[in-house]
């Protein structure tokens, strides 16, 4: 069963730098596709990157790219998204989770059914 548990979150200035990481405690992470997911505050939760389950495909949403990294370890059950030059606007709760959509849903949220507990991260202009 999957058991997802994100940690790295924190508050920075605009500018800095964060790293999340998610670690699957069931060690089913290597079946699914993972995203990223975030939800500021009175907005809807939006994928902001998303990966296929063997690395082969990878999305960003358009205002991170660049700036946000994702990576995944099968072989240890962790992903990590490298967050640089944040911006006030990243202000969110970001939340791991798992899925098996087909690629052409690959971003779509509704397409994730295991969540982690979220982090939260706090950029300060």
């Known amino acids: 069963q999957v058991n997802l548990v994100e940690s790295g979150g924190g508050s920075v200035q605009a500018g800095g730098s964060l790293r999340l990481s998610c670690t699957d405690f069931?060690?089913?992470?290597?079946?699914?596709?993972i995203a990223w997911v975030r939800q500021a505050p009175g907005k809807d939760r939006e994928a902001v990157s998303c990966?296929?389950?063997?690395?082969?495909?990878?999305y960003y949403l358009d205002s991170v790219k660049g700036r946000f990294t994702f990576s995944r370890n099968n072989a240890e059950g962790t992903v990590q998204l490298r967050m640089n030059n944040l911006k006030a606007e990243d202000t969110a709760i970001y939340y791991c989770?798992?899925?098996?959509?087909?690629?052409?849903?690959?971003?779509?949220?509704?397409?994730?059914?295991?969540w982690g507990q979220g982090t939260k991260v706090d950029v300060s202009s």
């Open positions: 989770a798992v899925g098996r959509p087909i690629l052409s849903s690959l971003r779509q949220v509704s397409s994730y059914g295991y």
């Open positions: 069931g060690y089913q992470l290597e079946y699914y596709a």
């Open positions: 990966i296929t389950n063997k690395a082969r495909d990878t």
